[in-house]
């Protein structure tokens, strides 16, 4: 089936916050930003900017009338800076005028009197001035201190990541105004709509359910409006509960890139112990997040870089410890992989820099500490359904790995300045959320008496198909045509305290909670039916294609007749179903547990060539098999699988986020800071479907996809750095992500008048 969002999109009818019709009276808001990284806010002068024609108010902590509050794991995020700022672009002050361009300008008018202090900007740093965001954790299996001495080879080193910005299309944005009573409606580009209603209830002081948020779908999210929409929604309404005017807040993109906070730089400290057969005895890794200035929902990424410390090895001694690291860049955020992808490239850098040691393929290391079936994860769980080897094995097979190892080599061998590199990545990613009570989906449903149907659930769109896999699961339950379904808007006075569309559960959670509204209903009506056709048992009727079968015989009843018979009976025709994840648990006390569903599985080969001249590479190819249990949409599923690798790879080369000593972005538009394009993009992507089982905790078999093909991106740093050891193999193995050009072509002629000799 067809993504139910391509032809609005196509024709651009498609309805984002920004297209809402605006009513009457509407303002429009800008945000005044910080331009200090870490400083005392003594005073802000808006007397200039209030003289200016169209300019109604300009509003700032003192206007906030509940709390100046909406940290949502930790109450410490101020929404309006008000003694202090601590990063460049926190909101100090909100402009409201007629246009977006008067707010603009009286914006420019406003003075700020701020006492700079010294910011810090590495969770180096950081942890060297113990400042942190919550306490550190670790998580162990086996015992890694006596187990050194029985290594064999033991490596230790270094290595850094980068963040990473979500370049959603649509700008992060808010829309609001009053309804009767006091009572606001918020229309907000979030993927938490409950995080929006709360935040601007403890922010107004006014209760949860004269607040109404609502969400269409968002224009792209990634993470970055899982709990960083909670402000631009907030500030909308304080304004609108302030002046009684509706009020748009729409954050350009010069805005959105310097206010929002990005995917979590993280620095890693290693150790590696190897047996002489090249078996991982041992890990032992610390792990430092630059969390930035607040809380936001570091504790849970920090969580899913401990859960995903060992990747898709079985380590039987592990020790994986991180510390969240207070500094003065905007709070880092959820992004695709949130947590993960870090912990993984710490373990490939190891790995890596073991295989180079050693002089090995880090193709062996790998491949001989795959996870097998009943291995237990350092956080207690144990692989079930484990199919890290039989991705490994069908991707070596399928994409012919041995061919294209004598292929590059034949590539090498011939030419002096461009050189060729391969890798694999294995991956393994977690589903569930990890904090056990967001494992909540939610779906309301109602037939009307035409026989066509509503359905509204607490996840939201944001391009990643999950709509259509929910209607093609309604049409499924109920076995009538896909053509019958309206999927509405996510909002809050229809579905109440929603977990945020995150944690690639959307899916699972509201298909599964649709599934059971669906057949609640069809129990109904089956009971309708089977007085209506004069049978004795309602397990004997069925709906097949619309038409009503009675022991097996198709009747004349038909879908639209029964549901007017139904309401005729007076039988309800709504249901909400609420789904709870069964079998996950997590205890923090012991750090043991059961957190996932499940597990994904897939493995990457990539191919890379570098030009070494240039220090500029391309990307040949990228071709995984891929466990996406047993699909209900393969067009989206692939689709997510594709752009999931693009961004990966972005993530991993070309997407450099620097900061000035001063803590200001060097790169902070798209004209600086590069995504991958199509003509960066791998010249050939093959996802192949693994043979695989479906999972009964996934919608009908077909597994999350949202995240973890991200992660495949990591594989393509790895290709790059086998391409730099073939030019040269004295090489100090840069484990600094992302490997731009620049950092590449730098790391390449480092030794090398050495390795020449
Ligand atoms: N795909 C598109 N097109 N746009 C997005 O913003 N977000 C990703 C992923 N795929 C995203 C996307 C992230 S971070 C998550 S967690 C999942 O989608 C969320 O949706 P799901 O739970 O329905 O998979
Ligand atoms: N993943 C993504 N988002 C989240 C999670 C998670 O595990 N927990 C809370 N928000
Ligand atoms: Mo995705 S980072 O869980 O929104």
Redesign the pocket.
């Known amino acids: 089936m067809k993504n139910i969002d391509s032809r609005s999109h196509v024709r651009g009818e498609s309805i984002y916050v920004n297209d809402i019709p605006v009513r009457q009276d509407t303002l429009f808001g800008v945000v005044l930003g910080s331009p200090v990284a870490h400083g005392k806010l003594h005073d802000i002068d808006f007397s200039e900017a209030l003289k200016m024609d169209g300019v109604e108010a300009v509003i700032s902590a003192k206007d906030i009338t509940g709390e100046n509050q909406i940290g949502s794991i930790i109450q410490d995020e101020e929404l309006f800076a008000d003694k202090e700022v601590h990063f460049v672009g926190m909101p100090v002050a909100l402009v409201c005028a007629k246009t977006d361009a008067i707010a603009r300008k009286a914006l420019a008018k406003i003075k700020l009197d701020i006492e700079e202090l010294r910011p810090i900007l590495t969770a180096r740093e950081a942890y060297a001035e113990k400042k942190f965001i919550s306490p550190s954790r670790t998580f162990k299996i086996g015992s890694t201190d006596a187990m050194w001495e029985k290594c064999e080879h033991i490596i230790e080193g270094q290595a850094e990541m980068g963040g990473q910005e979500h370049v959603?299309l649509e700008t992060q944005g808010a829309y609001a105004y009053m309804l009767e009573n006091g009572s606001i409606k918020i229309h907000s580009a979030t993927q938490a709509t409950k995080h929006v209603q709360v935040g601007a209830s403890v922010v107004l002081g006014i209760p949860m359910h004269k607040i109404e948020v609502d969400t269409n779908r968002i224009g792209?999210?990634?993470?970055g409006k899982e709990d960083q929409a909670t402000h631009w929604g907030t500030l909308a309404a304080l304004a609108t509960n302030t002046l009684k005017k509706p009020l748009k807040l729409i954050l350009s993109r010069a805005d959105d890139f310097v206010m929002t906070g990005k995917r979590h730089p993280y620095s890693f400290d290693f150790k590696l112990g190897l047996d002489k057969n090249l078996k991982i005895l041992c890990y032992q890794v610390e792990a430092f997040q630059n969390a930035g200035a607040a809380a936001d929902l570091s504790p849970a990424i920090m969580e899913r870089t401990l859960f995903h410390g060992t990747g898709s090895y079985h380590i039987p001694n592990a020790k994986i410890t991180c510390h969240s690291c207070r500094t003065n860049l905007a709070p880092s955020t959820a992004m695709?992989g949130f947590g993960a992808p870090q912990a993984m490239f710490a373990l490939e850098a190891a790995i890596m820099k073991a295989a180079a040691t050693l002089n090995v393929s880090p193709l062996e290391i790998q491949k001989r500490n795959l996870l097998q079936e009943s291995d237990r994860f350092p956080y207690g769980q144990v692989a079930e359904n484990c199919n890290a080897g039989k991705c490994w094995d069908t991707a070596y097979k399928k994409f012919a790995v041995e061919k294209l190892k004598k292929e590059i080599a034949a590539f090498n061998k011939n030419n002096d300045h461009s050189k060729k590199g391969l890798s694999l990545f294995p991956l393994c990613f977690g589903i569930s959320f990890t904090k056990t009570k967001l494992n909540q989906g939610r779906s309301l449903v109602h037939i009307y008496t035409d026989g066509s149907v509503s359905i509204t659930t607490g996840?939201v769109e944001?391009?990643?198909g999950?709509n259509t896999k929910i209607l093609q699961a309604a049409a499924k339950t109920l076995s009538i045509s896909p053509r019958r379904f309206t999927i509405h808007s996510t909002n809050t006075t229809r579905i109440a305290n929603a977990s945020p569309?995150?944690?690639?559960?959307?899916?699972d959670l509201n298909g599964k909670a649709t599934i059971m509204a669906c057949a609640a209903l069809l129990a109904r009506l089956k009971d309708v039916a089977c007085r209506e056709l004069k049978g004795r048992d309602p397990d004997k009727i069925e709906i097949k294609d619309e038409i009503v079968f009675h022991r097996g015989k198709k009747t004349s009843l038909k879908w639209e007749k029964l549901i007017l018979l139904a309401d005729e009976a007076r039988v309800s025709l709504s249901e909400h179903a609420h789904y709870a994840t069964p079998e996950v648990h997590f205890n923090k006390a012991t750090e043991k547990g059961h957190p996932f569903a499940y597990h994904v599985y897939g493995t990457a080969v990539t191919v890379v060539t570098v030009d070494c001249l240039r220090g500029t590479y391309e990307i040949d190819l990228v071709k995984c098999v891929h466990d996406f249990g047993t699909s209900i949409n393969l067009d989206i599923d692939i689709g997510?699988a594709e752009?999931a690798i693009v961004q990966g790879i972005g993530l991993m080369t070309i997407e450099e986020l620097l900061v000035d000593p001063k803590g200001k972005h060097v790169y902070d538009s798209l004209s600086s800071y590069k995504v991958p394009d199509i003509y960066f993009a791998p010249k050939t992507i093959e996802v192949v479907p693994l043979d695989s089982k479906p999972d009964k905790l996934a919608l009908l078999g077909s597994k999350?996809?949202?995240?973890p093909p991200l992660m495949y991106g990591i594989g393509t740093y790895f290709a790059i750095l086998m391409a730099m050891r073939e030019f040269n193999p004295k090489m100090k193995l840069p484990l600094w992500a992302p490997l731009t050009h620049q950092k590449c072509l730098l790391s390449l002629y480092e030794g090398y008048g050495e390795a020449l000799k």
């Open positions: 959603y792209g999210g990634f993470g695709r996840v944001m391009g990643q999950v569309t995150a944690a690639s559960t959307g899916a997510q752009g999350a996809v949202g995240e």
